[in-house]
């Protein structure tokens, strides 16, 4: 069974800081890899999407990698705001489902930028 | 566009009541989502309906039924609510490639009592 893990749970940089976040995954037998931003009562907003046979996609200040065979991701922000405040979610679809799009989730990582 | 939209925002239930929320989409999407947000466990996959038509389980989908009443409307219905239950719920729909994002609208809280 696929499982989704993101660590920290919770992070706090100062205003300007360059930062990492994680997320690792069971089983390499992924079709894609995607991260999303979740601002408090609201839904998520898609970041970045890597299909399986990339290694990055970037996007303005955020560059996701993935590497498949060690079953991990990393997006990366560079120049961190306050205004990049918010939950950020990892998840992936596994081979198996491609033609479903069910999607796996991390338990996200609450990222704080303080001014 | 209003992208996805789902109804009511919050609500607050007895257990043992039963209740339908309500999602919708306007970008002739052919796939859509029915998850729920506890905290600290991410986001499931309750069901889901690949295309109008079908519907299927996903990961946690005991004490709900859904209904795809045509490609714009998918609801969840919870027919004896139980304190378990007490979640955000989101509603997501994709146009049919799993090599594109899914757009999920901004939730439903429901309590139960």
């Known amino acids: 069974k696929q499982e989704v893990t993101q660590i920290p749970a919770a992070l706090s940089v100062p205003e300007g800081e360059n930062l990492v976040l994680n997320c690792s995954f069971t089983d390499s037998a992924i079709y894609n890899l995607q991260w999303f931003r979740q601002d408090p009562g609201k839904g998520l907003t898609s970041l970045l999407l890597?299909?399986?046979?990339?290694r990055e996609q970037t996007s303005g200040r955020l560059n996701a990698s993935l590497d498949k065979s060690s079953g991990r991701s990393t997006l990366y922000i560079a120049a961190s705001q306050p205004g990049d405040s918010a939950t950020y979610l990892c998840?992936?679809?596994?081979?198996?489902?491609?033609?479903?799009?069910?999607?796996?989730f991390g338990q996200g990582t609450t990222l704080q930028v303080k001014p | 566009n209003a992208g996805v939209t789902q109804t009511p925002k919050f609500q607050v239930l007895k257990t043992g009541q039963s209740m339908t929320l309500q999602c919708a989409q306007d970008?002739?999407?052919?796939?859509m989502y029915w998850y729920r947000q506890d905290p600290g466990m991410g986001l499931r996959l309750i069901y889901y309906?690949?295309?109008?038509?079908?519907?299927d389980k996903g990961e946690v989908p005991n004490g709900y039924n859904v209904s795809r009443l045509n490609k714009r409307e998918f609801s969840l219905r919870l027919e004896s609510a139980a304190p378990s239950q007490t979640s955000v719920y989101f509603c997501?729909?994709?146009?049919?490639?799993?090599?594109?994002?899914?757009?999920f609208g901004d939730g439903t809280r429901l309590s139960i009592l």
């Open positions: 997501a729909s994709l146009r049919g490639a799993s090599n594109q994002p899914q757009h």
């Open positions: 890597i299909q399986s046979s990339q």
């Open positions: 998840a992936v679809i596994t081979e198996l489902s491609s033609n479903t799009g069910k999607l796996i």
């Open positions: 309906s690949a295309s109008e038509g079908t519907t």
């Open positions: 970008m002739n999407h052919n796939s």
